[in-house]
C-alpha cells in the first residue's frame, strides 16, 4: 500500500475543507481550484492509480462517482451540470498517486480538455 497526503486525509490525520464523508468515500476541496467548484472525492482505501484499480474494487469506484454525483447536487451544480475527471499516471496528469474523482463545476468547461 502507498501512503500519500490523501491517505492522510482519509484518515483525518491532516486537515482538508471536507465536503462529504462515509464509510467508504471522502470529498474536500481542491486546494487549488480549476473551477468555482473543484472537489476531490477519493476512497479511504489507498488505491494508487485506476490502472491498479481490480475486479473487487468495482463496487468502490461505483460509490465513488455516485458520492460524487451526491456532492454535485449537495453543492448546487447539479442541475446546470458538471464535469468528473479521473486523471490516470503522468501522462494523464496524475501527481497524487491515490486514486480520485476531480468534480469540476460552476462554469461552462471547454473541450477537448488540455
Ligand atoms: P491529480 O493531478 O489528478 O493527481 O490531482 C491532484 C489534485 O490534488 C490537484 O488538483 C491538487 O491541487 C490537489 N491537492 C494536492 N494536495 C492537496 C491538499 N492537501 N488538499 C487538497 N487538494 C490537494
Avoid at 482519509?10 to 462515509?22: C, F, K, N, S, T
Amino acid at each position: 500500500m502507498t501512503d500519500t497526503i490523501f491517505g492522510k486525509i482519509a484518515r483525518g490525520e491532516i486537515p482538508a475543507d471536507l465536503i462529504y464523508e462515509d464509510e467508504d468515500c471522502v470529498a474536500f476541496r481542491d486546494i487549488s481550484p480549476q473551477a468555482p467548484v473543484h472537489i476531490l472525492i477519493i476512497p479511504r482505501k489507498s488505491i494508487p492509480t485506476l490502472d491498479h484499480a481490480q475486479p473487487q474494487d468495482a463496487e468502490l469506484i461505483g460509490k465513488l462517482f455516485l458520492a460524487a454525483a451526491a456532492v454535485a447536487r449537495q453543492v448546487g451544480i447539479a442541475d446546470n451540470g458538471y464535469r468528473t475527471v479521473v486523471n490516470c499516471n503522468a501522462a494523464g496528469g496524475q501527481t497524487v498517486f491515490h486514486l480520485h474523482v476531480h468534480l469540476l463545476g460552476g462554469r461552462s468547461l471547454g473541450w477537448p480538455p488540455g
